[in-house]
């Protein structure tokens, strides 16, 4: 699992750092919703802080995780130390209150997929994303000062939001202060499939990746140690079968032939 939990003194910790659900190049690092629903459901009823770097992950698993926080009896307050983008977004809004660092980051999109088949495989692949994409904005706009509409618009721009940019629009209740402003950075075969990135923020992995697909020529590198900007914030680290396959964020989807 990419979750990891500090249960001590009044407050609890948990940390959801990688994707969410099954994780396609790193299978063991996965952040399942049930793994995480009986997490939190042994901490109850302490106040939890959920803190995230994440570029998001199965759409239906952040739904899952996203339930379990709201439904949660104790306080909850997210964190976001570096990226909550994409299914990571809406489980960060789904906590009573959200803080971001001053460098962090807030992404939102329409969900994506791969889809093949007749035009009628088609139509129900795009007709099953237009569902999820409606239950993501209902979520978003529930917790920032924008109307369902807005939050669509957003989200078919895709729209990355800086610390302050999310304060405006009701997404997020704190700017946390940096020392020292450190570029967040993501995987870079992550990054590939993002279309705004935005300066500021660094795809590792291939050099001529760095300050994001679409950025600004310029943008600002982060060590060249490889090191998250989010380490510093934790204490102690640590084929298919035939048919219609899609991928909803990371996770593929198969509906046998009948």
Same mark, same amino acid.
């Given at each position: 699992?990419? $979750?990891?939990?500090?249960?001590?003194?009044?407050?609890?910790?948990?940390?959801?750092?990688?994707?969410?659900?099954?994780?396609?190049?790193?299978?063991?690092?996965?952040?399942?919703?049930?793994?995480?629903?009986?997490?939190?459901?042994?901490?109850?009823?302490?106040?939890?802080?959920?803190?995230?770097?994440?570029?998001? *992950?199965?759409?239906?698993?952040?739904?899952?995780?996203?339930?379990? @926080?709201?439904?949660?009896?104790?306080?909850?307050?997210?964190? @976001?130390?570096?990226?909550?983008?994409?299914?990571?977004?809406? #489980?960060?809004?789904?906590?009573?209150?959200?803080? =971001?660092?001053?460098?962090?980051?807030? =992404?939102?999109? %329409?969900?994506?997929? $791969?889809?093949?088949?007749?035009?009628?495989?088609?139509?129900?692949?795009?007709?099953?994303?237009?569902?999820?994409?409606?239950?993501?904005?209902?979520?978003?706009?529930?917790?920032?000062?924008?109307?369902?509409?807005?939050?669509?618009?957003?989200?078919?721009?895709?729209?990355?939001?800086?610390?302050?940019?999310?304060?405006?629009? *009701?997404?997020?209740?704190? #700017?946390?202060?940096?020392?020292?402003?450190?570029?967040?950075? @993501?995987?870079?075969?992550?990054?590939?499939? $993002?279309?705004?990135?935005?300066?500021?923020?660094?795809?590792?992995? %291939?050099?001529?990746?760095?300050?994001?697909?679409?950025?600004? /020529?310029?943008?600002?590198?982060?060590?060249?140690?490889?090191?998250?900007?989010? /380490?510093?914030?934790? /204490?102690?680290?640590?084929? *298919?079968?035939? *048919?219609?396959?899609?991928?909803?964020?990371?996770?593929? $989807?198969?509906?046998?032939?009948?």
């Amino acid at each position: 699992m990419s $979750f990891k939990v500090k249960d001590e003194g009044s407050r609890a910790t948990v940390y959801i750092y990688g994707a969410i659900g099954e994780d396609y190049w790193d299978p063991e690092s996965a952040t399942r919703a049930r793994e995480f629903s009986q997490l939190l459901d042994g901490l109850s009823p302490k106040p939890v802080d959920i803190r995230i770097d994440s570029c998001g *992950g199965d759409v239906y698993e952040g739904f899952a995780i996203a339930s379990a @926080i709201q439904r949660y009896e104790g306080e909850t307050a997210a964190h @976001i130390d570096g990226i909550a983008a994409s299914a990571a977004s809406y #489980i960060a809004l789904s906590a009573d209150r959200v803080a =971001m660092n001053d460098f962090a980051w807030i =992404m939102i999109h %329409n969900a994506w997929t $791969f889809a093949s088949g007749n035009r009628d495989d088609l139509r129900a692949a795009a007709e099953q994303l237009e569902g999820v994409d409606a239950s993501i904005a209902k979520i978003i706009s529930a917790r920032s000062s924008l109307s369902p509409e807005e939050v669509a618009e957003a989200m078919a721009a895709e729209t990355w939001y800086t610390a302050e940019d999310a304060e405006r629009a *009701g997404m997020c209740d704190e #700017i946390v202060e940096t020392s020292g402003r450190v570029e967040a950075r @993501i995987d870079g075969r992550v990054a590939a499939r $993002f279309r705004n990135m935005p300066q500021g923020v660094f795809a590792e992995g %291939n050099p001529d990746d760095r300050g994001g697909a679409g950025a600004a /020529e310029g943008a600002a590198i982060t060590p060249e140690d490889g090191s998250s900007h989010t /380490e510093a914030t934790i /204490e102690d680290k640590e084929g *298919g079968e035939p *048919g219609t396959a899609f991928v909803i964020g990371s996770r593929v $989807f198969t509906r046998k032939e009948k």
